[in-house]
């Protein structure tokens, strides 16, 4: 059974600080990891998506990193935002139906 | 484009009721729903698979007789809650898959008195 981790569960930074979110995953037979954000009481948004032939993918100031083999994605966050604090949750496809298991979500709050 | 939407935003009911939500594709075509909850900080858990014109596939521990889902059309699926009771009182998000990516629903806030 795929289990997905996130650490840290929580994160405080200052503005302007530069951020990484890890998430690990036990079943490295994955063909995609996406990454989403949820704002509290909202639904999610997707942030990046990573092939399993891709090694990152960037989109503005956010970067995702996916390393099969040890079963771990990163998400790099550069001079955060007050509007980036949100919940970041990894997730995986699991089965042949698509289905995703997210992570435990990562509570990141940035002040100012 | 994938745009996705659930009605109602935001429900309260009474014990023993049941309520419906309602989950739309709204400019694309989808064969396969999923719905999911999420209790307060907490993840998503995922509670079936909807398919169109066929039964959901209902993950282990979820009841499907209290959990009634039904996608009628490429574009609805809808998941009523029967006899609900205050521990079902959640946010039930649904999500519809476009090849490997998948497009979310702004959920849905039950709460059951």
């Known amino acids: 059974k795929q289990e997905v981790t996130q650490i840290p569960a929580a994160l405080s930074v200052p503005e302007g600080e530069n951020l990484v979110l890890n998430c690990s995953f036990t079943?490295?037979?994955?063909?995609?990891l996406q990454w989403f954000r949820q704002d509290p009481g909202k639904g999610l948004t997707s942030l990046l998506l990573i092939q399993s032939s891709q090694r990152e993918q960037t989109s503005g100031r956010l970067n995702a990193s996916l390393d099969k083999s040890s079963g771990r994605s990163t998400l790099y966050i550069a001079a955060s935002q007050p509007g980036d604090s949100a919940t970041y949750l990894c997730?995986?496809?699991?089965?042949?139906?698509?289905?995703?298991?997210f992570g435990t979500g990562t509570r990141l709050q940035v002040t100012l | 484009g994938a745009v996705v939407s659930q009605h109602p935003s935001w429900v309260i009911c009474k014990s023993g009721t049941s309520v419906k939500i309602e989950c739309r594709s709204l400019d694309f075509q989808a064969t396969t729903m999923f719905w999911y909850r999420q209790f307060p900080k907490q993840s998503l858990m995922l509670m079936a698979t909807?398919?169109?014109?066929?039964?959901?596939?209902?993950e282990q521990g979820v009841e499907k007789d209290k959990f009634l889902i039904n996608h009628a059309s490429l574009t609805l699926s809808t998941l009523t809650v029967t006899s609900a009771h205050p521990e079902d009182s959640s946010f039930y998000i649904c999500?519809?898959?476009?090849?490997?990516?998948?497009?979310f629903g702004p959920g849905t806030r039950l709460t059951v008195t």
């Open positions: 997730a995986v496809p699991t089965g042949t139906a698509s289905k995703l298991t």
């Open positions: 999500s519809a898959g476009v090849t490997n990516e998948q497009y």
């Open positions: 909807s398919n169109e014109g066929s039964k959901a596939t209902y």
């Open positions: 079943d490295s037979a994955i063909y995609n």
